[in-house]
């Protein structure tokens, strides 16, 4: 067996350049899918290998296009390796790849904002949360457009620990517009500190590798790309369910500029408003006039923990949301776009 392992590691046999298999297969990047692909070696090695060693680890590539992450992920020597692509455009340069590195390789032609990775991996891969990080990752570089609400859909799933994250704390690699990625990291008091980052940094360790300049990608973004890691906490530092913290999140950063018991008093109808505002900003302890870019986790932590106390007085409040509907849409952080803009001008 050590013999058959060894020899499925080898090499990948020469292969046409990712580029000339565009060409061969006559496959432009559809602008309006952001398809911007990446064609340097070391650039897809380098993101492949910010996420930490893949070597025998089952990985998990989300929009592969023609494969040249995937390479890299295969040259790693992880034991396994599954696409999901939604583009069939990219299936026979997927494939010339699968015959050429020893059945390795799993194309699933699907849409990743749907997909359930529950079953995509070995269950004696699994670890028991709050034990070592499993021995699988998910790496993308997905079209912008899809990168941030698949990020806000995963931190739902790690909270839950569903999707892949029933496997354990399974670490994901990410590509963003280099200004987003900026946010998921930005700590508080930073400029770009928005509602992004108190999400990701609550149920994630996150890292902001790397920036590739826009340049380096065919077709060229008129952005850089930032390259974030994420490692699923053991504990999230506030311990609240997901759709509660998203909303106090949402609020308290409606009014980025103003002082925070603005966006607070958006979570309470009108006729209840001045109480119950003052009642949460007691409780959490925490400045009134303070921006909500300045909040610490550990005061957001006091503030969601305010909220829920006073949603168990009064359940009917958890209707009342700042009079908006609350879903996980894209648009949705396009508000934050707005606000970034707001600031720095
Ligand atoms: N990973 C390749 C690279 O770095 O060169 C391609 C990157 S391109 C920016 C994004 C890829 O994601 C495209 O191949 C596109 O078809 C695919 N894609 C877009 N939306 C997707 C979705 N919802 N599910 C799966 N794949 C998707």
Known sequence: AKHVKAASYLRLPPLPSTGDLLKLYRIRGRKQLSQNFLMDPKLTSKIVRSGGRVR????????????????????????????????????????LLQDAC?????????????YNMAN??????????????????IVG???????????????????????????????MTLTFQYEVAERIVALPGEEQRCRLSVMCQNWCHVKHSFTIPGRVFIPKPKVDVGIVNFVPRVEPLIPLDFSLVEKVLRCVFQFRQKYCKRGVAMLFPKNLRDELTHKMITVADVDPTIRPFKLTMREFNRLCLAYSTILKQKPSIAKYNGGKEFILESEELDEDDTNAEDETS
């Open 56 to 95: 025998d680890c089952h990985v998990c590539e989300v929009g592969p296009g023609p494969g040249s992450i995937t390479r890299s992920i295969l040259e790693q020597k992880a034991a396994f390796v599954t696409v999901i692509e939604k583009d069939p455009r990219f299936l026979p340069s997927l494939e």
């Open 102 to 114: 020893s059945g390795r390789l799993r194309i699933e032609l699907g849409d990743v904002l749907t």
């Open 120 to 137: 995509s991996f070995p269950s004696d891969l699994r670890q028991p949360w709050d034990g070592n990080v499993p021995k699988i990752h």
């Open 141 to 171: 570089n997905l079209p912008f457009n899809i990168s941030t609400p698949l990020i806000i859909r995963w931190l739902h799933d790690v909270s839950v620990q569903k999707n892949a994250w029933v496997f354990g704390r399974v670490p």
